[in-house]
């Protein structure tokens, strides 16, 4: 399966404001999704589709910082820009401080446009390839035995094989096969590269922990 293009979702309830952004980046053939409402958008998020949010901020029903709190609360990582020719500067800085990648003033030049695009979609591709990456590495580490993940623990340690087996009641040469396959499962170019994908994984799984705790508490708040 190829990958995918991304696409640059205009969801404002102006359609001449919609239409005239579209126009301005199909001139370099970036590809378009013209949206009339926040719900509407949050109704077709497909968290998987790589692209940027050109996002008004006042809109009939769900306004844009209402759509940006939603999407924070399920984890979404496409990059918001909001453009708005009535907010003011406290609206931007509440904007940009719950994570929006810009925010500008109308009205907004074809170029100022088409940088602040291209940079978001840049950044999105930046961090999917992140992302993607960790979630292979964790596969990774997710395919190991228990008494692999025993040997990996030590390893993190420092231990040596003698005291590995020692502590794991195993013979030397158990160990050393045990030890092998875990370089092999995570494909750990060494001793260091293993010690360090490990943690990794650690500290993204823990930090998952925390985010998932933070979203219950504010949908309780909610």
Not at 9 to 37: F, H, Q
Not at 70 to 86: Q, T, V, W, Y
């Amino acid at each position: 399966m190829g990958e995918r293009m991304p696409i640059v979702y205009i969801v404002d309830d102006d359609e001449v404001t919609r239409s005239y952004y579209d126009a301005v980046l199909s001139t370099e053939n970036v590809r378009c999704c013209r949206v009339e409402s926040a719900s509407s958008f949050l109704e077709m998020h497909d968290p998987d589709q790589p692209g940027c949010l050109l996002l008004d901020v006042q809109m009939p029903g769900m306004t844009g910082p209402e759509l940006q709190h939603e999407l924070n609360l399920r984890g979404a990582i496409i990059p918001l820009i909001f453009i708005s020719s009535h907010a003011g500067v406290p609206t931007a800085v509440e904007a940009m401080l719950h994570g929006a990648f810009d925010f500008l003033q109308k009205p907004v030049s074809h170029e100022a446009l088409l940088i602040r695009v291209r940079n978001a979609l840049d950044y999105d591709a930046s961090n999917r390839a992140v992302l993607r990456e960790h979630d292979q590495v964790t596969r990774r580490f997710d395919a190991l035995t228990a008494r692999e993940r025993d040997v990996l623990s030590l390893l993190i340690m420092g231990r040596s094989n003698k005291v590995m087996a020692s502590e794991l009641g195993l013979s030397e040469r158990t160990v050393e096969v045990y030890r092998a396959r875990v370089m092999k499962k995570t494909a750990a170019q060494s001793l260091a590269h293993l010690v360090r994908m490990a943690l990794e994984v650690q500290s993204a799984s823990s930090s998952a922990q925390r985010t998932t705790v933070t979203r219950t508490n504010r949908r309780t708040e909610l």
